[in-house]
């Protein structure tokens, strides 16, 4: 009888075994990796029977599957791991990777910015500072500048929608006084009610959710606040800088590091706001077309079969419209040869971005010519900080917001045409976004065998390819 009890199966739904996982303690081990296992059980598959290798369970990603499984510390994580790939109810297991966000520093080196023409800019006093916004023979920005005195500075879409991005990082400072304008908030949520107004599912998220805590607590952080500064600092406003947008709504996601389930969790929130936005044609939800994400695992091999969760995400992500922009290592590596993830992945509504100079060189920065998509300014760029300042931080992390940004600023003056497609077919119309976004680069031929596009990002040369769309020229 023993041995029976021994061999037996304990067989729980993962529902079931969430209140089993919840009472382990969530601290990760001091190894590499945590004592944790992603598994998506197959379509067709709402159970699954565990053997003492697991001790407990919980739903991560419920509309993918996907499950988050606490291994029995006793036993071999990578010998649990096999065993549940070869199961006949999962269609992928891996480990729960610990993820890094990419960290940048103030630039050290002495670079010459060429300062904008202010009188042709917004009237921000440090607009004249933001090189990266403009373009000329000196300066490879993105030429922002040209484009919006000629289509405008960002807001809504064709359809009267508000436009947001995703700031995947360590938290937005919403009170800062250049970005609070332009931060998202939940109108169909009462704030601290500790009721699921709008019901979708979460509770009291006025102003976004936190990955970190699986919760409606807010927290902030110098990088995030920079981050969404580049990418919609409020334009015209006669305060600090702007943004890529003048006119943009940044729904704070913080959950950029620790592990790629917190990650998960993260995007889980962005992909059941925009379902829940589609499905209630706009009463609900957020109309969200891009994430920027600053962080992953460096030297990682996407294509190994070792982290199917990423291209999952970002699949089923793009499938509603949000194209993720990610920033590359800040280490001049091959992507190609090296790896790396997630800009080593190959979902195609992921836009890899690597960091350029002002001028026009490759900093030191990731690339790969079937990996890297193209390059954006990410040196010395002056954007929003902690406790109401303004810095200049330097890296990839600088050069991916451009690229977030900038879909947000070609959904807001993009056609009737490719604006309904969005409704329509948005999986499709984020496709074509990107296809415009890599074929309107400004070509520099330190790039074409660095990068896909073989350039840098262009703004105004991608606007007017937008403004276009479905009209025939």
Sequence with gaps: MKAMIAAAMIFLSCQAMANSFDNFAQTLNSSEESSEIIIKLKSNVSRMAFGRSVMGSKPLIEDMNLHLLKVNPSMDIDAV???????????????DHKVYSRITEPENDEIILGPLPAEAGPNDPDFADQWSMGLSENNFGIDALNAWLTYGTGGKDANNNDIVVAVVDGGVEITHQDLQDNVWYNRAEIPNNNIDDDNNGYVDDVNGWNGYTNSNKHQSSSHGTHVAGIIGAKGNNDEGVTGVNWDVKIMNVPGSSGNTSIV???????????????????????????????????????TSGSYPAWNDIYNEMGKVGILSAAATANSSWNIDQVGDVPTGCDSPYLITVTNNRPDGRRASAGYGKTTIDLAAPGTNILSTYSNGTFRRLTGTSMSTPHVAGAVA?????????LSDLYMNDPGAAALEMKRIMMETVTERENFKDETVAGGILNLNAAASEVVNYGMGN
């Excluded at 096999?82 to 480990?95: F, G, M, T």
Aim: charged share 15%; hydrophobic share 40%; aromatic share 12%.
């Design 81 to 95: 791991l096999e065993e549940l790939r070869n199961h006949p109810d999962v269609a992928y297991a891996q480990i």
């Design 264 to 302: 998960l969790t993260a995007y889980k929130y962005i992909l059941e706001q925009k379902k829940l936005w589609l499905a209630t044609n706009g009463e609900f939800g957020a109309n969200i077309v891009s994430t920027n994400s600053s962080f992953g695992i460096d030297g990682a091999d996407c």
């Design 409 to 417: 600023f070609l959904n807001s003056i993009a056609s009737q045409t």
